[in-house]
């Protein structure tokens, strides 16, 4: 069943937003060791350092990326999040324009509170994003919508790297 937006969409936009709802699952690519990248961004944060988080980040949407053959994308980890009337901005994507590679932007720290994201909760954040990335790159839609479909596919992809990342806890102990 589409959101309520959807009746306030053009006829060509509610056939990608069909499109788009239509795909429920998104797997890792197959053969894609992951754990170590996730434990990377887990201890970023957890240590609280920007940078180590930005390279964790990068690291892992870069192995995405070659794993399904999409462009490349650039993350930035900045330090707290933005906020104004309507709420926090937990995250961002921006896509290629005028040759710029497309970037996503996520903040390891609330606005109001200015404590560190929950690890979790930043990891959905950070693949919400990578998601639209895909929308456009992988499944080739030429708008990425809030569906059904799409948070979905996130959380999937989530799953599916949470069980890495266990996997990979449980080794290094």
């Known amino acids: 069943m589409p959101f309520a937006y959807y009746n306030k969409l053009s006829r060509a936009r509610q056939l990608i937003y069909r499109k788009s709802d239509a795909i429920e699952a998104l797997s ?26 930005q390279r964790a980040c990068q690291g892992l949407v870069d192995a995405l990326a070659d794993g399904y053959r999409v462009p490349a994308v650039r993350v930035k980890v900045l330090l707290q999040r933005p906020a104004d009337d309507y709420g926090e901005l937990h995250g961002l994507y921006e896509p290629e324009e005028d040759g710029a590679r497309a970037c996503i932007t996520v903040w390891m720290r609330t606005a109001q509170k200015k404590q560190v994201v929950a690890f979790k909760t930043f990891l959905r954040t950070l693949i919400h994003e990578v998601c639209h990335h895909l ?38 102990l």
Do not use: C, W
Not at 32 to 38: E, K
């Open 28 to 53: 890792i690519p197959p053969g894609l060791p992951l754990g170590g990248a996730i434990a990377a961004i887990a201890d970023g944060l957890r240590r609280e350092h920007r940078a180590s988080a």
């Open 135 to 172: 929308d456009y790159e992988l499944f080739a839609l030429e708008e990425t919508f809030h569906t059904e479909g799409f948070y979905k596919r996130e959380s999937s992809l989530v799953s599916e790297l949470l069980v890495q990342f266990a996997a990979q806890s449980q080794r290094d």
